[in-house]
Nanobody, 120 residues
Framework: QVQLVESGGGLVQPGGSLRLSCAAS????????MSWYRQAPGKQRELVAT???????NYAESVKGRFTISRDNAKNTVYLQMNSLKPEDTAVYSC??????????????WGQGTQVTVSS
């Protein structure tokens, strides 16, 4: 079992920045792909950013150039640095860990989510 705990959400003005953290209960980054998702009210959950076991990153088009995903292996923590925030970034942000075994994604874990609100 892996526990994921997010923190760092809050209320920020448009154009501002926030850094989200996702602390894992174990050292899993060498075996698990880590991702940030978000879900706004009335909308489907959206993949925001991913960092693979070998450190490759991918981003949704809507956040490219503004968000950065990174990890600190020593702290078992993944971060999402969010800059130039827009009202449309308002959502609950959740951390996800999953493991690719062969060609199948297994061992899917989620954090509880943290609210990000971008408003003046």
């Amino acid at each position: 079992q892996v526990q994921l705990v997010e923190s760092g959400g809050g209320l920020v003005q448009p154009g501002g920045s926030l850094r989200l953290s996702c602390a894992a209960s174990k050292n899993i980054f060498s075996r698990y792909t880590m991702s940030w998702y978000r879900q706004a009210p009335g909308k489907q959950r959206e993949l925001v950013a991913t960092i693979t076991t070998d450190g490759r990153t991918n981003y949704a088009e809507s956040v490219k150039g503004r968000f950065t995903i990174s990890r600190d292996n020593a702290k078992n923590t993944v971060y999402l640095q969010m800059n130039s925030l827009k009202p449309e970034d308002t959502a609950v942000y959740s951390c996800n860990a999953r493991q690719l075994l062969g060609s199948v994604w297994e061992n899917n874990y989620w954090g509880q989510g943290t609210q990000v609100t971008v408003s003046s």
